[in-house]
């Protein structure tokens, strides 16, 4: 499991993972400017946001949130790595929700009304995604037999074939993870405003481009848990993730923002019944064939 | 040193300290206490070196002699709760008391009596008397301070402290008879005697809602006593032995099915399961190291333990499922209730709650792995909910108010503390620590069940939700110029800072633990493992975790963060932006309002108590409890 | 350090994030300003985007006369910036007063408070009038981060 072989695949793609989350980025600005009727900003604007703010002066409001704001770094990062040596999809998932712990503590840790108010909306994104993705990955347990990502990629056929509703299921705790609307509640991503930037409001310079290259890192994880769906063509998988993509886009255009109450209310009731219904299409599956 | 000797020493030397500690001298108690704790620490120590107990040498007949003396001393206890029963004229407790009397004598009459050791240790057995003594002395040592401040804090004239020790003392001796008993008649004794130490602990201040908890408390746990009586009877009835080691040997029945269906009862009440889980958040008006001590880390753990220990005997039965689906929806339904709380003492007691529905879900669940995984979760919840509980008490008498919403800034005033206090609740939510591993394993083993994963998978969220926000809330900065007011006196270090040291070892030292502990009880009653050990991590055909690399990356890099930040500058001066009217006055963070007016910063949580809410969903999810306990004792036939 | 250095300057030209507040304007050099991030003229195709944060912001865009009440919420608002950061006042009342220069209760323009790197005039300024502004910011602003010390994150 651990050979440096592996080791060194994964060392490459934690160095590669923020370049290319960042240009994903930047793709996502323009197109979404595009079918908004405008130019847009260059590509790689995502980078030249990144970089200006880590040339800021330093001026933090407290330790914790220096602290807070490393760990959130260190555990997105690692999450990813453990994802790129194959190891255990839950584990991968309890090592990602250590940042995002971190992130709301660091938030809630300063006397900043729209901190606080962004932190507690991050805990009920987080009380949203979290029991579907762990659902997602007992789903590909139910399929594939193992939650070993290396076994899952074993699995000769596209998990997505008999997964199709888990896979709709894995698109809501996306589009939270992505700060994408309707759920966009804890950032107000996009400059919307509503609480200025909700938990990221009191970061600034140098931790905000952190949290920004961890995000980039975290887009990447869920990418690729996303990309597990369809993991036996190459060429299959990269137009699989565009349409997902794509959709998730069009998406953000198109919907308003919801309130946390609609969206714990909405993403459980029908991200359970699609789960139900998944798993009941899977052992009728088993039982007639 | 024999194992007989040691077992003696275990229940010998608190005992011993108990009836020393009556004499009413602060440092004679204190000394006293002291000696206890280590005497009683030493001999769980050495007892558990010293490795399982072999039964086949005829030495082994050493304790058989006091059967007798047992009984005698079981219902003269008995006798004396009914005396109070009736003191306290409580029609339940006379009822209950009365028909466990009249049960206990006929299986006294029936019952014949065999050869078997009444004591009998596997490393199951050894490592919770490890917890009751070490931990349990910690407390008892954490106990001394808090006392002093207690008394001190309501003004009393003469002390109580030496009934309090007593029985806390004493309490730890019955616990470690409890866990090394063999026969069922003698757990009985000393369940009976944690119940009864419960109840006189529950209700030491004496004040209104104290008595009535603690007779709450005791109704509670002799309804599970009657059970445990109904369980022995339906044995004896049934001619078979009452030694668990003879019993773990047998076929499975319905009968034998519904004796251990009984005894799972019992176990419920003790571990303040749904719908029994009242009597716990009742219990919280107890001093702190009551509720640290007995209500989180060893008593209630005494009712899981016998559940646990039971499993191989019903495994794969319809009855475990329901088991499982009992201990899956405690779980979620008391992390429900836990967010809803605002009161920091009720919040760690549905927390407890709902670890032990996890511990009862693994014995449900019965793989090798979910029962590897519930001995796991004992020893690191009792270790975790045990410091939690010390530094909730700590903080209670320095910030004088158990609610949470009165932490804010608590980092301020008592930076070490509250580092403290964060450091205990990650240590129950977050990898790498072994409460995560637990739950990971669990979540895992019992992935091919659909109900019980949805109810596991919810559970956890909700907890990382409340865990989250309290966390949050203690590290928050309230104050431009912190003062920092902390002093924390000898006896909280002694304690509190050894339990934290030692949280922190056992989730790093987890392989070790399982390889001496997990694996040899594994392999004594399901004959195969679950997890083989590489690199430092577990690791399955479906899953691996790798704790030490794990450990290695958050070890290096939190060390790295904190020696960053103490070399960078020590005064950040920025303010909350609140849209340019930021403003500092009376040394509170806020802004200027409307017409010049101050208003400092405020914050508030999510409690959603009108839809979550303690009175508004007990009724229901009791209601589903007991019903699902009905169908789930009418599955055994 | 140094490879990273010209990267850090070139991403600070590329995406100045912008702070708008009203002083108390009429509206009209608000709504100016608005109209520059529609599609019509479209800035952010320069990295700009509307952050109402102090924190994340370089520009500063003032509009409005200043006057006693707002100018400590403009000071408080100019002290949360970051360095390197860039002043810009938009029209004719956040320059000087504007009409209301004599008014007992308006101080003046912007410059009475914070120091004003860029001053576009006009009641209201066109928006191309204001892009201008904003590239003459720029370059100012290529200028202060040269002159800054580099801070890293550590």
Known sequence: MFSLGKIIIALIVIVLAPLLGGLIAGLDRKLTARLQGRYGPPIFQPFYDVLKLLGKKNHPMNKTQVFCVWIYFIAAVTSLFLFALQSDLLMIFFVMTIGAIFLVIGAKSTPSPFSQVGAQRELVQMLTYEPLLILVFVSIYFVTGSFNIADILKYPKPIFLTLPLIYLVLGFALTIKLRKSPFDISTSHHGHQEIVKGLLTEYSGPYLAM???????EIMLILAICGLFWHTNLAALLIFLLITYLAEIFIDNLV?????????????????????????????YRFVS | MDWKTLVLCTMAIPIGGAILSLLDVKAWRRLVVILTSIGISASAILLYLNGSFNLSSSQDLFFTKYNGLISVLDFLLLGYILYLGFK???VLIQILTGLQILLL?????????????????????????????????????????????HEEHLHL?????????FFLLLFLGAMNGLVLSNNLLWMYFFWEITTLCSFILIGHDQTEIAIKNSQQALWMNLLGGVAFVLGMLVLTLKHLPLELTSLLTLPISPLLLLALAFLCIAGFTKSAQLPFQSWLTGAMVAPTPVSALLHSSTMVNAGVYLILRLAPLYHKTLFAHYLAFIGAFTLIATSVLALSEKNGKKILAYSTIGNLGMIIACAGIGSPAAIGAGILLILFHAVSKGLLFMLMGYVEQLIGSRMIEDMRGLYDRYPLTSVLMAFGMITMFLPPFGALLSKWMIIESSAHNPIIIILLALGSAFTMVFWGKWIGIILGRTEPNPSK?????????????????????????????????????????????????????????????????????FGLGIIWTLAKLRTSSTKPSSLPYMAGLEAIQEDKFGFVGPIGKFVPFTAGNLYLQDYIGETKITFGINTIAIGTIIVALASVF | MKFLEKFIKQGSLKSPWLLHFDCGSCNGCDIEILACLTPLYDVERFGIINTGNPKHADLLMVTGGINYRNMHALKNLYEQMLDPKIVMAIGACANSGGVFKDAYNILGGADKVIPVDVYVPGCPPKPEAIIDGVVEALGLLEQKTKSMELSHAR
């Not at chain 1, 949290?211 to 890192?217: F, R, S, V």
């Not at chain 1, 789960?275 to 052992?283: A, E, K, S, T």
């Not at chain 2, 004239?157 to 020790?165: G, H, L, P, V």
Request: glycine fraction near 4%; proline fraction near 4%; avoid cysteine.
């Open chain 1, 211 to 217: 949290i920004e290259i961890a995000h980039w890192y």
């Open chain 2, 157 to 165: 004239e003469k002390s109580k402290q030496s009934k309090f020790f």
């Open chain 1, 256 to 284: 308003a923002r919801s309130t946390w109450r609609w969206m714990l209310a909405y993403v459980w009731g029908v991200g359970i019944s699609l789960v139900f219904f998944n798993i009941l299409f899977l052992y009728a």
């Open chain 2, 88 to 90: 306290f004229k409580h």
């Open chain 2, 105 to 149: 004598a006929l299986v006294e009459v029936l019952h014949v009596p065999t050869q078997t050791s009444p004591f009998f240790a596997d490393k199951l057995s050894l490592m919770m008397v490890l917890i009751v003594s070490i931990l349990g002395s910690l407390i008892a040592i954490y106990g001394l301070h808090y006392m002093d401040v």
């Open chain 2, 485 to 553: 007011q902390e002093h924390n006196p000898m006896l909280i270090k002694a304690s509190i800072y050894s339990t934290a040291f030692l949280a922190l070892i056992l989730s790093v030292a987890i392989i070790p633990i399982y390889t001496s502990i997990v694996l040899p009880t594994l392999k004594l009653y399901y004959h195969q493992t679950s997890y083989t050990l590489l690199f430092g991590s577990f690791k399955n055909e479906i899953g691996m975790f790798p704790v030490y690399p794990l450990f290695l990356v």
